[in-house]
């Protein structure tokens, strides 16, 4: 009786120390690479359609921005610490529409972006049994990349007119891209990857 006793004490202390260590969910590469495929897909569609707030540069109106399609080729996980963990997302491309206005010329633009890469540490809470219960977006984390952007106007200003602003437009647009990313990241990761990591626990 009193070995036994002693078996469930030890076995209770046992959950308690190892089983609420974050380090233990993400260990095996099948959960990484699970959490990774279903993330991958559910993050593109989280992604796609999204609105991006309109601008001006100079007399140019820059409206009816949104995400459209998001392709996400790469995707690993580190540990860094205790609960914390490294998603690094690469080979991303993306394609972003929108018009544009000035005076009475308006028309449509597209900039393709080619081998973007997302880099985002999550903090993952687990009770004693090692089940997540919480995941949150370390914000200063958040690093976006987006390297090889190209851009295309089509409408009646003449193209010459709006080269001037080509790069001015582009910049902007990169700095509201990753903003609006790394601000969808953060529902995304608080409930959609804690159900799937449960699941994938689970």
Known sequence: ??????????????????????????????????????????????????????????????HSI?????????????????????IKLGDIDIVVKGKYKKS???????????????KADVNIKTNRYGVPTKIYLIEKSCDVKLPKLKIKFSGSVSSFVLNLFKKRIGKKIKGKLDDEICDRLKPFYKKNLLRYLKKVVN
């Open 66 to 86: 949104r995400i459209g399609e998001v392709d996400i080729d790469d995707c690993s996980v580190k540990h860094v610490k205790g609960g914390r963990y490294s």
């Open 1 to 62: 009786m009193k070995v036994i006793l002693l078996i469930g004490i030890l076995a209770t202390l046992l959950v308690i120390a190892y089983g609420g260590r974050p380090v233990e969910i993400l260990k095996s590469k099948d959960v990484r690479k699970a959490v990774c495929h279903i993330g991958v897909g559910e993050l593109e569609k989280y992604l796609e359609g999204r609105k991006i707030p309109s601008f001006k540069i100079k007399k140019v109106k820059v």
């Open 104 to 118: 009475i010329f308006k028309g449509k633009w597209k900039i393709t972006i080619r081998r973007a890469s997302i």
